[in-house]
């Protein structure tokens, strides 16, 4: 896959502007929603010098390559894509947002980092056979890079590759981007051994199109491999939730993922707060635990007497990793709070959560045990993200499973994106 500038293919473009033009470009925290950073690149536009710089650079890039059209994405990517159309001295082609077009059109919807979109362009914009590159200012998720290029797809064009001045890092962009069908792709990494077990309001987030069944002796589990091959994905209810806490089969979950060669283990969860400093809608990783589950299957050894430490239950350099993730990604993560893990269904009584709060707990939950004493039976590196959906019971009038799936599918795919940006920083150390 050709990218532009900050692609491994043109280390030259790297060396020659990267650091000056990542200098030049403005980060803006939490916009357009809370968890996105923003590169804002008018500071690098209003330099006129740089500017050319940076298009003459993808001019060098791209002369070579039998070009027939640009496309350029509404909007940033026309300021991009109608210069460097200009210097190349072929067609410009603009991808504009659901309603902007007058003519015949051709439209495809998708997701990106912060909600759903629309995508169209007029449907005699391209010719059957004609080669394409689509360009747009940056490159993060890759969803409005792929729509286009599944538009010019239809129309019978041939996309070529893709040109970018930047990147967010940990999005995952490239590897979706990898698989657009007409552009030749770099081979994949080596898969990781890591397993993503999901929970409230964060499964339907990630792609389960590849299930398989995995048989162990403590039940069967289904799992989900990542369209990438990078991860291994298990929805902790069950793709359709419906497993309730206490029903949940984690030994199956995590037989199955040591079966399949996994080494570390990102866990997501929805949490109720008993800690003021972490608010509702805030994002935390687990240290400790504490446990008044009553009714489950809470180890591996029931035949043989074994004693597995449980001093730091969670891994530590995982932690890291997800802090520095977050770091890059813009996303505010609360770390070393302690977890509750009560048996459920039913919420927690106030003087329960009293009792919880004065022993130390910081969050109340359902699910993290025995999942996080089962993996460190198996040896698995395991790392918990949670997300508080509500206030515990006596902070507030009242707690309902609607609030906490409504405050989960708010926050939920901001989860997903600081996992899969975790990931990708510990693809690049390895």
């Known amino acids: 896959m050709w990218l532009g500038l900050g692609a491994r293919e043109d280390e030259r473009l790297v060396g020659v502007l990267g650091s000056d033009v990542e200098k030049a470009i403005r980060i803006i925290p939490d916009y357009p929603k809370k968890g996105i950073p923003f590169k804002d690149l008018t500071t690098l536009w209003k330099d006129g010098n740089l500017n050319r710089r940076v298009i003459g650079a993808l001019e060098r890039k791209w002369k070579k390559r039998k070009l027939d059209k640009i496309v350029g994405i509404e909007a940033r990517g026309f300021i991009v894509g109608a210069p460097l159309a200009d210097r190349l001295g072929i067609g410009f082609v603009p991808a504009r947002k659901v309603g902007k077009l007058p003519s015949k059109k051709i439209s495809v919807n998708y997701e990106l980092e912060y909600g759903r979109q629309g995508l169209e362009m007029h449907a005699d914009s391209v010719a059957k056979g004609e080669r394409v590159l689509i360009v747009d200012d940056l490159l993060a998720t890759g969803g409005t890079s792929k729509a286009a290029a599944t538009l010019v797809e239809k129309m019978g064009g041939k996309v070529v590759g893709f040109a970018f001045v930047t990147e967010v890092r940990g999005l995952s962009g490239r590897r979706k981007l990898s698989g657009t069908r007409s552009t030749p792709s770099r081979r994949m990494t080596r898969p990781l051994s890591i397993g993503i077990i999901t929970g409230t309001g964060v499964t339907e987030h990630f792609d389960l199109s590849r299930p398989r069944t995995v048989r162990t002796r403590f039940g069967r589990a289904t799992v989900f491999t990542d369209p990438g091959g990078e991860f291994f994905i298990i929805p902790r209810h069950g793709a359709a939730h419906k497993s309730p806490p206490h029903g949940i089969n984690y030994r199956a979950n995590i037989a199955a993922l040591e079966q399949l060669g996994v080494k570390d283990v990102i866990a997501s969860s929805a949490v109720g707060s008993m800690n003021q400093g972490f608010k509702v809608g805030s994002i935390g990783l687990i240290e400790q635990f504490l446990d008044f589950t009553k009714r489950r299957q809470t180890t591996f050894f029931e ?127 390895r």
């Not at 770390?335 to 459920?344: I, M, P, Q, R």
């Not at 707690?399 to 990708?424: C, F, P, Q, W, Y």
């Open 303 to 429: 035949e043989k007497v074994v004693h597995t430490d449980m001093t730091n239950p969670y891994s530590a350099r995982l932690n890291q990793e997800i802090l520095a993730a977050a770091k890059r990604t813009g996303v505010d993560v609360v770390s070393h709070l302690t977890y509750v893990c009560a048996e459920g269904p039913r919420f927690e009584t106030a003087a329960e959560i009293k009792m919880y709060k004065i022993l130390g707990g910081d969050v109340v939950g359902m699910t993290g045990v025995p999942e996080v004493v089962l993996a460190n039976e198996k040896k698995l590196e395991y790392a918990s993200v949670v997300l508080a959906t509500n206030w515990a019971a006596g902070m507030q009038p009242k707690v309902s499973h609607d609030e906490v799936l409504r405050a989960m599918r708010r926050s939920g795919k901001t989860v997903k994106l600081l996992i899969e940006a975790t990931i990708a920083g510990m693809r690049r150390e």
